[in-house]
């Protein structure tokens, strides 16, 4: 007997096989609610002693939550591998990848990844405000998964849902995972704000024009504007920008206090993907003549090519222009 179609059964109620890739925090997290909600979960990680097959072994839904430096040796694990087809993949990742784009192409996000190596299967992308420790706590979160595949979306969204834990839909899987991408090196631009102590007013210019920033961003590749307004963009920005527990804002705040850039990456528990983020984004903002100014000023930083304080001069001190282009 074939197994149901997630994609066309009532899957409000039912308990589905869950595999989780990467044990990180994140990936323990998002284990942990579906757990909580019913579902049998199995997780894998590179120290795993079994078989990343024996997790994907009638699974209905593959989560990914490996940093982006792992996401195609991941993927590339699972091809050969035998996989449901109506397995969905869930991408939970939130970086760029270093080993893709040109004068002519865009770099690819990681639901992009994914999709190119499993064409049959639906692909959703998770974004949102949400620190793992928080959820892990059982405060108060929400979420969005997204994907032109609104069917695949409603699954996932039913799957991790709770009274501690909101998750809503959107069809643009671009802007949603853009959002989440790009915050990451706004936050470390306002991690270095706090870290020299600059106040509440220079705080909160940098997140208002970081956020312009992500939309000019974000338009170009081709999202939704006002998709950046929601949970994944301005709601996950407010989310990193304000809390130490993030793993970017406390690059920048390490930074601020003279540290190098080694030495506070060795400090961290685990990935600040804004790192990497920072310096695919800039190359693409070089070739393609995109005013990315924050952005330009992180990545110097990060290089070691110029000091907090300059950083913040060089902001303070750009030509004059209207707060609103036409």
Request: overall charge neutral; some cysteine; proline content about 5%.
């Amino acid at each position: 007997m074939n197994p149901p179609n997630l994609l066309t059964t009532s899957h409000s109620s039912s308990s589905i096989n869950v595999s989780v890739i990467g044990s990180g925090a994140w990936g323990s997290t998002l284990g942990n609610l579906a757990s909580r909600r019913g579902h049998s979960v199995r997780v894998w990680s590179r120290q795993s002693s079994h078989s990343l097959q024996s997790v994907l072994d009638g699974t209905d839904l593959v989560i990914s939550a490996v940093s982006m430096k792992g996401v195609r040796a991941v993927v590339e694990q699972l091809k050969p591998l035998q996989i449901t087809s109506q397995t969905i993949f869930v991408s939970a990742t939130k970086g760029l990848d270093p080993n893709s784009g040109s004068p002519t192409e865009l770099p690819m996000l990681p639901s992009q990844i994914w999709q190119a190596a499993f064409p049959d299967h639906a692909v959703v992308a998770l974004s949102g405000p949400n620190l793992s420790e928080e959820i892990q706590r059982g405060l108060p979160a929400a979420t969005v998964v997204a994907s032109e595949n609104l069917a695949a979306a409603e699954v996932v969204q039913s799957v991790f849902s709770s009274n501690s834990f909101r998750v809503y839909t959107n069809p643009d899987g671009l802007g949603v995972e853009l959002g989440g991408i790009l915050k990451n090196v706004i936050a470390i631009a306002v991690g270095t704000c706090d870290g020299l102590q600059l106040g509440t007013n220079a705080k909160a210019a940098l997140v208002t024009r970081g956020l312009a920033e992500i939309i000019r961003i974000g338009s170009y590749w081709g999202a939704k504007p006002e998709t950046f307004y929601g949970l994944s963009g301005l709601g996950d920005l407010l989310a990193t920008c304000n809390s130490p527990l993030s793993r970017n804002y406390q690059v920048g705040y390490g930074l601020a206090q003279g540290k190098l850039l080694q030495e506070v990456l060795a400090t961290l528990s685990g990935t600040a993907e804004g790192v990497n983020t920072t310096q695919v984004l800039v190359r693409l903002a070089n070739q393609q003549q995109i005013a990315v100014p924050i952005s330009q000023q992180v990545h110097r930083l990060l290089q070691g090519e110029i000091t907090p304080q300059a950083a913040v001069e060089a902001l303070m001190l750009r030509d004059h222009k209207p707060e609103i282009t036409s």
